[in-house]
């Protein structure tokens, strides 16, 4: 257990599914709970032992206000849980003497071509890419590529605003696309510069997984590798099913973590919780994404370690100085699916839950779409209908548990908007 006195910030955004899962685990540890959020409202839903109100679009006005507030309060850890918090997790650990990942290596996380940028530099594999601003004339710049090729925001998560183009047309209809997403208010507001930016790189063909690590002074832990048995070749990047642990060979999963590690160390990182996403082929393992935070969504869930813990309790026990080098993942394998969008629409109803949860080896579904209230499919939308858990006694097993149960929920959705 943790020693009761100790107190933690979590850094919370409005929009984020991991509040709860957070503060719970803070509450099994025995740690004094305070909520930094962009909202009053949000602390007060969220109901946590004390709230700070804090500007999380200002890294370093947010860490101000942060020291600010530790100057009556000492606290013991500032918790980040997206990429937006993670930089200001960074800058207010910095000026609070915690252990922290630098600020700037933060913040080139969190944008991809500045990722780029630095992963190449190293010669870490990673996309060969280009930048270019809405000002731009894509035909112009579409003329002469080679493709496939994919187009992205900088900064946005969970494959939002990710296309992929096989010819000059596709180009052009894609950078418009995400031109006219990046000009939504709330999503210029939350990037500021770089939501003047479209970054282009080459399309990287092969399997994709996902690695959960933890870095202790600039070593990696790596918690675990999640295979995504469903391919991820486009136009769209839409994440389903995450199964651990992967049925890559040995020798592939030790590359998959030596470059993640080499990643990390590339951009300066050093403490804390990493996410990555990498491809695999006959060329070897290739950076593609990585974030200074945990996995998105309710996927930790799927996660347990030593005698139960939560990727949450780990991450907290962590950036308490507890020692966590000996905890592995539980042996048993599990998977999640994040349920896809389908198509724009109204959410009326959804049926068949029960149905779902009584497969075998389904641990649990969980809607996390509100009836009534809109839904937006990839590449506009950034979230899903809902999240659904199993384990088995093997990987395989664990998909097809997942696929079933998919297939027995059934979501009415009215496409008059």
Request: with cysteine; charged share 25%.
């Amino acid at each position: 257990m943790v020693d009761p006195s100790k107190r933690v910030l979590f850094l919370l955004p409005t929009t984020t599914y991991r509040a709860h899962d957070f503060i719970r685990a803070a509450e099994r540890l025995g740690a004094e709970t305070i909520v930094g959020s962009d909202q009053k409202q949000a602390l007060q839903d969220l109901q946590p032992t004390r709230g700070l109100t804090i500007d999380l679009r200002d890294p370093d006005k947010a860490a101000g206000q942060i020291a600010a507030f530790a100057e009556g309060q000492p606290l013991d850890a500032v918790i980040q849980t997206d990429d937006e918090t993670a930089v200001v997790a960074a800058a207010a650990s910095a000026r609070l003497g915690l252990p922290h990942n630098p600020p700037g290596a933060a913040r080139a996380a969190r944008r991809k071509d500045e990722l780029r940028r630095i992963l190449r530099a190293a010669r870490i594999p990673t996309p060969a890419h280009d930048v270019f601003t809405l000002d731009d004339d894509p035909a112009g710049v579409a003329s002469g590529r080679r493709y496939p090729i994919v187009l992205k925001p900088t900064y946005l998560a969970a494959s939002r605003g990710v296309i992929r183009a096989d010819d000059p047309e596709q180009f052009v209809a894609a950078f418009h696309r995400i031109g006219a997403l990046l000009e939504r208010p709330e999503v210029s507001e939350k990037g500021g510069d770089a939501a003047r930016l479209v970054l282009v790189e080459e399309f990287i063909p092969g399997a994709e997984v996902a690695v959960e690590g933890l870095l202790t002074r600039g070593d990696l832990k790596v918690l675990a590798i999640f295979d995504k048995p469903d391919p991820l070749d486009g136009p769209f990047f839409e994440e389903t099913i995450y199964v651990t642990p992967s049925r890559l060979e040995a020798p592939v999963q030790q590359t998959i973590a030596e470059t993640t590690a080499d990643a990390a160390r590339a951009l300066g990182l050093r403490e804390g919780p990493i996410h990555a996403e990498l491809r695999v082929n006959d060329r070897g393992a290739w950076l593609i994404e990585l974030a200074a935070r945990s996995i998105g969504g309710l996927c930790s869930r799927v996660l347990r370690f030593g005698t139960g813990l939560s990727l949450e309790e780990v991450i907290l026990m962590h950036a308490l100085g507890r020692d966590v080098e000996y905890l592995k993942r539980e042996p048993r394998p599990a998977g999640v699916m994040m349920i896809p969008i389908p198509r724009a629409g109204i959410l009326c109803g959804v049926s068949g839950v029960r149905e779902a949860r009584g497969v075998p080896g389904i641990d649990d579904v969980t809607i996390s779409a509100t009836l009534g209230r809109p839904l937006v499919p990839l590449p506009e939308g950034a979230s899903y209908l809902g999240f659904i858990f199993a384990r088995a006694d093997t990987p395989a097993a664990v998909e097809a548990a997942l696929r079933e149960a998919h297939g027995r929920l059934r979501f009415d959705i009215d496409p008059k908007v």
